[in-house]
């Protein structure tokens, strides 16, 4: 039988005692809890052994979240693209794979228009290159670009246990490798999309992680990793570079005035980590020269500049019209239209938008962290770690400046949010009362109810069938995996799988068509591409797109319908915009 299936023959109401999903969570936890408390103390040993092979334990960091996301392929398979943001790094990775950097424009590029994406000057990707190097090693590599999202997810938990070994001891540089797995590794959004996240992260780690061994010995070896880190945030983050920037000078500030003969060590490790950045400020000034042909100009802004600046958000007072707003639609109501009403920027404004954007950083958080991380913030003594609050708040500030937020925007400090949980858990670990080691079993408890949390729904996922998830899914509250899983590009892709041949699908919008829900992305490479998706511009215009291939067959999507409708296409059947 099942597993799921077995557990499920428990629940209400086919057992006897009518215990449901809530009930057997709670009688598992506390057996599980039972079973820690009396294997505590060979667990703790086990952990500092293991923490003193640091080399096995970075492996270990690396692999873990490759091996659990790999379990989880028979019902969680690779992600399919579904996002904007997702189709404009997969475009840059396609343009690397054909060695450049940007395409030549399409003679009939009207058909081709889509988001974040430029027609001209050239036909390329508004992003820049860091996530689409990354797609495209894995799409080299294994044939597909998802390999290159698991690797660097990979990347970023080994490499922020490393950064961890810089600031606090390996006991607890090894748990805090494990939080980092459970809260950025199998379940994650990083993990299970094409947008990035991970990939600032590494140089988030690279950089925080360089800083303290800088500080102890200026090798060259830390100078360079330094860096190299700064170097991939250029290439992957832009705008956030600058404050990543702010931040190490803000250190080193710091350390040569209370320091002040650690200015001749860092005075010889500057330049080797100066020339380590030069190789991404050259790829990013070569980016702008092929496609915008200008050394300075981002596609970014050629973007904004024909097309404005975009807007993810709608602003929707009540989604159920006959139906009144409950208490927590009316506040998002309102804390929207705070900042993102129109008029000019206000004090007023810019802190309702950082008060509302509180919510996005439970991303960076597990709900038993919230008092370790309250933890830290309260017991401030080092101005090491005033300073890293004072890059947490540059990096919300900073970006509260944007029109809007996702957690990867500030992925370059989510390893200094892993060393706050961390550095509270060992405060709250060390504490007292009345001689009793009550902080230590607390920390203990913490760290339980992580671990317990994550089982629970990987496990859920790992043994998923249709009755189970059903149970437990509406209690889900934090992992990403498939959950926007696009079961209607899946179907439409699926289907034109099967068709031989080359294909040209126009996508014919309805006239309540939301306009974020774009269909139209294609290749680098548009001609020589299986499938080409055109945008329907009316029968007269589609005639010469038909004209410019006439070998392919001619299909008609309308991905409004329910579910979508693939057709072959008619000329003589009228568009909506002829209509018009």
Known sequence: MHPSRFVSSFLAPNNALGFGVVDFVE??????????????????????????????????????????????????????????????????????????LANPPH???????????????????????????????????????????????AAFCALCYWMLLGWTTRTWALVGALLTVIEFGPLSEWMNSY?????????????????????????????????????????????????????????????????????????????????????????????????????????????QYQYGVPTTLTIQPNPVPHLPLTREQEMDYRAQRSYHGEGPETLAKFFARL???????????????????????????????AWMAGTLALFALGSNLFPYLYPRYIAAVACLFVLASVTGLRKLSNSHIRSSAAGHYATLLILFVC??????????????????????????????????????????????????GKLLVF?????????????????????????VWARDLGTAENEKLRRYYLNRAVWLLEPDAQPPKLSRYDATTATFRDVQ
């Open 195 to 303: 947008w990035g996240g991970a990939v600032s992260a590494m140089a988030g780690c690279l950089v925080f992680g360089a800083l303290p061994r800088l500080r102890e010995r200026a090798r060259m070896r830390d100078a360079a990793l330094l860096g190299a880190g700064l170097g991939i945030q250029l290439l992957t983050r832009p705008y956030e570079f600058i404050p990543l920037v702010l931040s190490v000078a803000a250190f080193f500030a710091l350390l040569i005035f209370r320091e002040r003969t650690s200015w001749r060590r860092l005075a010889r490790a500057a330049p080797v980590a100066l020339l380590a950045v030069l190789p991404a400020v050259a790829l990013t000034l070569l980016q702008n020269k092929q496609v915008t042909g200008s050394w300075t100009t981002l596609p970014y802004f050629v973007s």
């Open 107 to 153: 003679a009939l590029h009207q058909f081709f228009e889509t988001f974040f994406v430029l027609q001209e000057p050239t036909y390329s990707s508004i992003y820049p290159l860091g996530q689409g190097l990354v797609l495209a090693l894995g799409w080299t590599l294994f044939g597909l670009p998802w390999a290159g999202v698991v690797l660097s997810v």
């Open 451 to 500: 671990v317990a949390g994550f089982c629970l729904w990987y496990g859920a996922h790992l043994f998923e069938d249709h009755d189970l998830p059903d149970s437990i899914e509406r209690y889900e509250t934090w992992d990403a995996i498939n959950h926007g899983n696009p079961a209607a590009r899946i179907f439409v892709n699926r289907e034109l799988a099967r068709l031989p």
């Open 27 to 100: 009688l598992i936890l506390l057996g599980l809890l039972t079973t820690l408390m009396h294997l505590r103390a060979r667990l703790e040993r086990f952990a500092r052994l293991l923490a003193r092979r640091t080399t096995l334990c970075f492996l270990i960091a690396a692999g873990l979240p490759i091996a659990l996301r790999l379990a989880l392929l028979p019902h969680h398979p690779v992600p399919s693209p579904d996002v904007y943001d997702e189709f404009g790094h997969l475009f840059v990775a396609d343009t690397l794979r054909h060695f450049r």
């Open 355 to 385: 008060e509302y954007r509180i919510r996005y950083y439970r991303f960076f958080f597990l709900p038993p962290l919230y008092l370790a991380m309250g933890i830290f913030l309260v017991t401030i003594r080092k101005w090491t770690f």
């Open 507 to 531: 996508v014919r919008y309805w006239p309540n068509h939301i306009f974020r829900d774009e269909w139209v992305y294609n290749a680098a490479d548009i001609d020589g591409a299986r499938v």
